[in-house]
């Protein structure tokens, strides 16, 4: 076997967006937001407001949020995510109709506002942005403890077509291992209002790979997820990051590389059980019920260009420009952003962001297409870009094809075979530009 066939590491990184927010770097000079959106396509703007509060911090978690506010901070947040959306509305300028083709609130966990916040939320998207939620699909992101009745009502009233809650397991000794305090019980009467809700799609998340985690715990979990019926479920492995609470608690007795193997086995397990009890794979992750009712664009349309981002934990993306706020991991760092985020009156400019050249778009569109089960054609990058996808990537395609990740190579639509998908986050990587590689391994985590 030759060295480009050995495969590398399964799990290295998650490619939600690319460019990852580690490549992010101050602007300097700090460009308007008017100069940013001129002459951008609004005709399908996807908007993601963003609320970086939980009631509680999760072992694997590496996002951008804090445990609990203190009285007043999430009036004072949401005073700032309004003073935003003004100025964003005002950069969009009217020359030209703006119309949203699908929404998000993510976090953090949204509901951790309480209901009559949630209504001022959803106004600022709707008064503010012009974004029409109860005609659009509306995701929201919630956890079981935040999952009330009160705030469910005020989503499915205004206009919520989608709910994820993030379960991970129905173990609660996974659970507690994973450092995500929770009962089953709760876990259960969560799903329950969410069902009364009358909201047309439910998602759980589950996480594989959690210390003490067997198969036969992993089925309990996805039967008791199946139980419910969602229409969606995420299947993600577990990762132990830096800053997090997992990283401070890594078992050293597990090598790296029996972790992986357990990873893959237990993914595959995941994987066939759904795929036989009525679900396709969309992604490495993602698994929707084959008689589920359409949602339209997936729910965050992060890869795409044309989205709007409010919240200091929000990325924006023109064609040009990925930009955000500041990031961190640590919790006093994250205090401090969110601090400053809420003291904030001129949101004019933008502050942090990436550029986005003619490879980085290449690279985006193959990665946001090749990392999803259906694949693309390749008449659609040559369409777009005016090359063959195998012009542009001809090693990194060659040596998918070497290992057997890529159904037929020659074919008109390149889509990752089965193993293929199952290496997606080590796949990912591998097209990132060398610039993206360097600038993430600069970036000093905080």
Not at 115 to 134: H, I, K, Q, S, W
Not at 136 to 154: F, G, N, Y
Not at 303 to 323: N, P, V
Not at 392 to 421: I, K, S, V, Y
Request: aromatic share 10%; with cysteine.
């Amino acid at each position: 076997m030759t060295a480009t066939l050995v495969p590398p590491r399964p799990y290295q990184s998650y490619v939600y967006a690319y460019p990852h927010k580690t490549a992010y770097r101050p602007l300097h000079p700090r460009p308007a937001l008017a100069e940013l959106w001129k002459g951008e396509p609004r005709q399908a703007l996807s908007l993601y407001l963003h609320i970086p509060f939980c009631e509680v911090r999760c072992g694997f978690c590496n996002l951008f949020t804090r445990v609990g506010a203190p009285d007043g901070l999430t009036g004072r947040y949401l005073d700032a995510l309004t003073r935003q959306a003004v100025a964003v509305r005002e950069a969009l300028g009217d020359e030209e109709p703006v119309r949203f083709a699908n929404a998000a609130f993510g976090g953090g966990t949204p509901t951790f506002l309480e209901a009559g916040e949630l209504e001022r939320l959803c106004d600022t998207a709707e008064l503010v942005m012009g974004a029409d939620l109860r005609a659009i699909p509306l995701s929201v992101e919630a956890s079981p403890a935040t999952a009330t009745a009160d705030r469910l009502a005020v989503l499915a009233e205004r206009g919520a077509t989608r709910v994820s809650l993030g379960v991970q397991s129905f173990i609660d000794e996974e659970a507690r291992a994973a450092v995500r305090p929770q009962r089953r019980a709760d876990v259960e009467a969560a799903l329950g209002r969410i069902r009364a809700a009358g909201i047309p799609i439910l998602n759980i998340d589950l996480i594989y790979g959690i210390d003490g985690q067997s198969s036969s715990s992993w089925r309990q979990s996805l039967d008791a997820a199946l139980a419910w019926r969602p229409e969606e479920i995420y299947l993600y492995p577990l990762y132990v990051r830096p800053l997090t609470g997992l990283d401070r608690h890594a078992d050293p007795a597990v090598s790296e590389r029996d972790w992986d193997a357990q990873r893959l086995r237990l993914y595959g397990e995941g994987r066939d059980h759904l795929l036989a009890r009525g679900y396709e794979q969309v992604s490495m992750r993602m698994f929707r019920r084959l008689d589920a009712p359409p949602q339209g664009p997936d729910d965050y349309a992060c890869q795409t260009d044309g989205m709007i981002g409010l919240g200091c934990g929000a990325r924006s993306y023109t064609s040009g420009l990925h930009y955000s706020f500041d990031y961190a991991v640590s919790m006093r760092e994250v205090r401090a952003i969110i601090d400053d985020y809420a003291a904030t009156t001129d949101f004019s400019r933008a502050t942090v962001g990436h550029a986005i050249d003619e490879d980085e778009a290449r690279r985006r569109f193959l990665l946001q297409s090749l990392l999803q089960a259906a694949g693309f054609a390749a008449a659609d990058y040559r369409e777009r870009f005016g090359a063959d996808p195998h012009q542009d990537f001809p090693g990194e395609l060659r040596t998918l094809a070497e290992r057997g990740w890529l159904a037929d190579p020659a074919a008109a639509h390149l889509r990752l075979t089965p193993a293929g998908l199952s290496y997606s986050d080590a796949i990912g990587p591998e097209f990132f530009s060398p610039a993206v590689r360097s600038a993430m391994s600069a970036y000093e985590l905080r």
